[in-house]
């Protein structure tokens, strides 16, 4: 049986830590949390997708940027919140 890759389990993670922190700032009802977990992934899986990296010398373990796929889901996340779900 082989494991999960390490960049998948620090996008999930970072991804859930994101969406939990979000719900408790901006959500209102118990039914915005999937949205905001879904929103928070497809905001790390596009900075690790499209590899954006900002032009500092920061660590990316696993080949995740870390700052950049944070920055990238609070965007998303932040723009979700302001729809009617």
Do not use: N
């Not at 960049?7 to 408790?24: F, R, S």
């Not at 905001?43 to 032009?55: E, I, Q, S």
């Amino acid at each position: 049986m082989t494991g999960w890759a390490p960049a998948t389990l620090l996008i999930l993670l970072l991804a859930t830590a994101c969406a939990g922190l979000a719900h408790v700032l901006l959500g209102k009802r118990w039914r915005q949390l999937p949205v905001f977990w879904l929103t928070a992934c497809v905001g790390c899986l596009l900075a690790y997708g499209l590899g954006w990296r900002f032009p500092l010398d920061l660590p990316a373990p696993a080949g995740v940027p870390v700052l950049e796929a944070v920055l990238l889901a609070w965007i998303l996340l932040i723009v979700v919140s302001r729809l009617r779900v």
